[in-house]
């Protein structure tokens, strides 16, 4: 009767858990007490469905009329006598998930309640961080990120309009629960410190832009923990640093922790430079007037001193300062990056940005990519935009004078190196687009006037080449015409293929990002360069003229028709390159072009994709390397192309598999036998039983060489074949010299079959018994899952009653001196659903450098053996003295003394212990004595490979024969003549060659 009704209850439970969100309040009240009294039995099971229960209540949003703030609050005050133990890890979990959806619950009723319950659970859920369960810890890490995400999030302006109108010194909220985060520093915690530097950082994010006042002493500690020595974590502290600076902003950070790199007139240490790293990946979005303020005169005074350190002869010391100037600079484009004062800020700072490109080369990336930073911010606001654009008089100058620098014959500086040069013209990109257009037309009739001079040398037209490539995205009409009518001429110069790459790059601009009325009235120009070019273009420039081609087929509509065609052979070898983008490109470019055949026909997709192919199948007539990229395009817009390939087009291709699978060429066997598996994959069954005897008989009757070559590609085929049409039917066409693969391909299917149904029966057996995975353990829908539920359904009728039908629960106790207190309304805490983890005793012994007889023996763990049994001393108690070898020990040692002089007897060979001891068959079997075997051949010799394991390399057995001195030599000779016959088969390897 008992199991019956415990199981009544257990549906019970079950059933509230879909109900409860919807029933009235006061119902809702009343089941919430029985739940929590129900708690109280100890049972974990019943706990558990009860948890699940107040977890469906809380999960579920329900509303007002169900479940009231006050009444929200109150269930979650209750549930901290129910708090398990540290160390039971599926309870704590399961509390844990409860308590994460009550408060989140809370925070959408009532925000000022909730905040006040924030500070309380956060301090438990740190005490889940000293468990010594891993799970556990990681449990309540993603709690606490969890809460700060979903309630704390909620509940800030509260705390925030608490903290303001607080009076000075007043413990508020605020205070209260960040001290709470803080306390995860402690080295209490230090086995979780990864875990409560993530939690910190994720309340830096969410609290610090309106609670930083608080976190002041916070950031000192967490600063201060970094230099600690060996201290592990610097990574995760690192990442919890750039959380606070994102909030708060450097300058707030830097009033709590200051760099400190100017505490003395000359420092060779500076403990806190590691700062200045983190903040260049954590600051955006803040004032670059601080930049300018701060950083910028500290950066000149860290210059002025290294200076002064090199002539003083002290490079070390100059190079630490250079460094820290260099870290400084670094931080600019974080600065620049969605600044908000660059309306007010940015004409100050150009001035010495300016500067800075004229005189310090190293600085060139930095500033650049800053200015595109600002430019990238200021399009998003007219008069940013005006103010940036205005500057651009004063910066376009400096940056084409950087990118032509070094050019002129009569130029004493350095030209600038390939990263600080495309750095500038990336620039130079970026500012054309907020520049006046006037100052974007004068530099680019510069440009065309000096490309016009055919006394140019060709370096300087190339930079050129590379300044109106930088113009042409943001130029007016007639800047893009003029670089067309200057530019074009080189597509057809195949003397300087530099000159010919820039060109195709720049006529990929136009047609890109250039300006759409002009393209489309050069469409007609533009296929006709193409067409005019195809000949000569060389192989740096196949990617860009790809470009170009797949920009101007977007554009064809009418009369196109013989561009796509007389291009279609150069973009189907492109799909055979070497480099895998030019690859991927072009087959882009293919199904551009199948588009375009769509568009110039006026035809549905079915037909002009049959006329695209029968247009692809005409490179079947061409050299080996053109069929097999042929092959491979067709595959791939087959695949493209699935719902809109008929079946005719089918049975044509269908047609052609024998005859190109009977090629001699491997590679366009190789692209057949790709297309065969597409094929399989898209024909229907019934239309491709028809050629099922004729592609079976191709497969398996081709040449010898392809054959070898191609033997596991064609396996794959015959798997497919025969899972599309069984193995009856597949065999019917196979001979019998072939039978052995199909047999074999069968055989490989359904072992591989019986194993995935045994490993699936095996684990719905396990199932049972693990409640839940590994994975599902870390997120409340693992916890409170479906599946749960039918792990724990036990039919208890076929079960014996009493204790045996219950899971077993464990009492945790704190040893004689902490009893525990039944009456204490915290003792549920202590019933356990884990048994813990109670630590063995080990007895310290002390064994002897010498036995009675004057022997030491030494074990296999390296302890010195006790004495033999007969002179093992006893104390009165009866037990063994630490003096004497245990039972098992002795046992073991006199049989084998036994063993060892009956064969002495007989075979005159050594016996006895020690080195003359004798292995047993035990022994000889033992890891590491006979490694190897599981690798040696059944039924024939060598080794065998096996499938997840190292491979074999024992070209010797390994025996204990090797040890011996006397048989040492021949081991020797053996190793001796592998070396030799090794070194003669790699010398005549080297002369065949």
């Not at 004068?442 to 930088?470: H, N, W, Y």
């Not at 094929?679 to 009757?701: C, M, N, P, W, Y």
Request: proline share 4%.
């Amino acid at each position: 009767r008992g199991v019956r009704r415990a199981s009544g209850v257990f549906q019970n439970l079950r059933l509230l858990r879909e109900l409860l969100g919807l029933l009235p309040i006061q119902s809702v009240k009343t089941l919430c007490e029985s739940i929590l009294r129900l708690m109280t039995v100890g049972d974990s099971i019943t706990t558990s469905l009860c948890m699940h229960a107040l977890h469906g209540l809380f999960a579920t949003k329900p509303k007002a009329t169900s479940l009231s703030a006050e009444l929200s609050g109150q269930l979650i005050t209750s549930l901290y006598e129910y708090q398990p133990h540290i160390n039971d890890v599926q309870p704590c979990l399961a509390w844990l998930a409860v308590m994460q959806s009550a408060h989140t619950n809370l925070a959408l009723l009532d925000a000022r309640l909730c905040s006040g319950h924030l500070q309380r659970v956060c301090a438990a859920a740190y005490q889940f961080l000293l468990s010594d369960k891993n799970l556990v810890r990681q449990g309540a890490a993603e709690f606490l990120v969890l809460l700060l995400r979903q309630c704390a999030s909620v509940c800030v302006p509260v705390m925030a309009a608490h903290l303001a109108t607080a009076p000075a010194g007043t413990s508020t909220q605020a205070h209260r629960l960040f001290r709470c985060f803080e306390a995860g520093l402690q080295h209490r915690y230090h086995g979780a410190w990864d875990l409560t530097l993530q939690v910190l950082g994720v309340a830096f994010e969410v609290l610090g832009k309106e609670l930083h006042t608080v976190m002041v002493r916070g950031i000192r500690s967490m600063c201060d923990h970094y230099n600690t020595p060996q201290f592990p974590y610097k990574r995760q502290l690192q990442a919890a640093v750039a959380a606070a600076v994102s909030a708060i902003g450097p300058q707030i950070f830097l009033k709590a922790v200051p760099l400190g790199l100017e505490d003395k007139e000359v420092m060779t240490e500076f403990p806190r430079a590691w700062l200045l790293p983190v903040f260049k990946t954590a600051i955006k979005s803040t004032n670059l007037e601080f930049f300018t303020t701060f950083f910028l005169p500290l950066a000149a005074r860290l210059r002025t001193k290294a200076a002064k350190l090199a002539e003083s002869g002290k490079p070390i010391e100059a190079s630490v300062y250079v460094t820290l100037q260099s870290q400084i600079w670094d931080l600019l484009p974080g600065f620049c990056t969605d600044a908000t004062d660059l309306l007010t800020s940015f004409r100050s700072v150009a001035r010495v940005l300016g500067q800075a490109l004229q005189q310090q080369d190293e600085l060139i990336p930095n500033i650049c990519t800053s200015l595109r930073h600002v430019i990238d911010t200021a399009v998003k606001s007219d008069d940013v935009k005006a103010e940036v654009g205005d500057l651009a008089k004063n910066f376009m100058p400096i940056l084409f004078g950087l990118a032509t620098r070094g050019l002129a014959e009569n130029e004493a500086a350095a030209p600038l190196g390939e990263t600080c040069r495309q750095a500038v013209l990336d620039c130079i990109r970026a500012y054309s687009l907020v520049a006046p257009p006037q100052l974007v037309t004068t530099f680019g009739d510069k440009i065309c006037t000096k490309l016009s001079q055919d006394e140019s040398p060709i370096r300087v037209k190339q930079s050129l080449m590379d300044l109106a490539i930088a113009l042409a995205a943001h130029a007016p009409a007639d800047v893009i015409t003029a670089f067309f009518l200057v530019g074009m001429p080189h597509l057809r110069n195949a003397l300087n293929a530099a000159m010919q790459k820039k060109a195709f790059q720049l006529l990929e601009v136009m047609c890109s990002e250039g300006s759409e009325a002009f393209v489309s009235s050069k469409v007609e120009t533009i296929q006709q360069l193409l067409l005019d070019s195809q000949a000569v273009t060389s192989a740096g420039a196949k990617r860009p003229r790809l470009k170009c081609i797949r920009h101007i087929a977007g554009k064809v509509t009418t009369g196109g028709l013989q561009f796509v065609s007389a291009l279609l052979p150069e973009i189907i070898l492109s799909t055979k390159e070497v480099n895998e983008k030019t690859r991927l490109l072009g087959h882009n470019v293919l199904n551009e072009m199948a588009q375009a055949v769509q568009r110039i026909t006026g035809k549905s997709v079915e037909d002009s994709t049959e006329d695209f192919l029968g247009m692809l199948a005409s490179g079947l007539a061409g050299s080996s390397h053109m069929s097999s990229a042929t092959v491979n395009a067709i595959a791939k817009l087959i695949v493209q192309y699935r719902h809109h390939v008929q079946s005719g087009l089918l049975e044509k291709l269908l047609g052609l598999l024998p005859s190109l699978l009977m090629s001699r060429h491997r590679e366009v066997v190789k692209s057949t036998l790709i297309l065969v598996k597409v094929l399989i994959g898209v024909v229907d069954k019934s239309q491709l039983r028809d050629h099922l005897e004729a592609l079976v008989t191709t497969l398996l009757g081709w040449s010898v060489e392809s054959q070898n070559h191609f033997r596991m590609k064609a396996k794959i085929v015959f798997e497919r074949l025969i899972r599309k049409f069984g193995y009856p039917d597949v065999a019917r066409y196979v001979p019998a010299k072939h039978a052995k693969l199909i047999t074999n391909i069968r055989k490989t299917t359904e072992r591989a079959k019986r194993k995935k149904v045994e490993k699936r029966e095996a684990a719905a057996e396990g199932g049972a018994v693990k409640r839940k995975s590994k994975k599902d353990d870390d997120s409340d829908d693992g916890l409170f899952s479906d599946e749960d539920d039918q792990a724990m359904d036990v039919d208890y009728s076929d079960q014996p009653s009493g204790a045996s039908s219950r899971r077993k629960a464990w009492i945790h106790e704190g040893g004689a001196d902490d009893p525990l207190d039944l009456l204490d309304p915290s003792s549920s805490r202590k019933v356990l659903a884990t048994k813990p983890h109670t630590p063995r005793r080990q007895q310290k012994t002390e064994t002897p450098f010498e036995l009675q007889d004057g022997k030491m023996v030494i074990d296999d763990d390296g302890h010195a053996a006790a004495a033999p049994e007969g002179d093992a001393e006893q104390d009165p108690s009866g037990e063994t003295s630490p003096w004497s070898a245990s039972k098992g020990m002795k046992r073991r040692r006199n049989a084998n003394e036994d063993e060892d002089d009956d064969e002495d007897q007989s075979s005159g060979r050594g016996g006895g212990g020690g080195i003359h001891r004798k292995f047993s068959k035990r022994d000889r079997d033992a890891p590491g004595t006979n490694a190897g075997k599981e690798y040696r051949a059944k039924k024939a010799g060598g080794d065998l490979k096996k499938k997840d394991k190292h491979d074999p390399y024992a070209y010797l057995p390994l025996s204990f024969n090797m040890l011996n001195r006397r048989k040492r030599a021949k081991a020797s000779g053996v190793f001796k003549g592998m070396a030799k016959a090794a070194s003669k088969g790699g010398r005549a390897k080297k002369t065949a060659r």
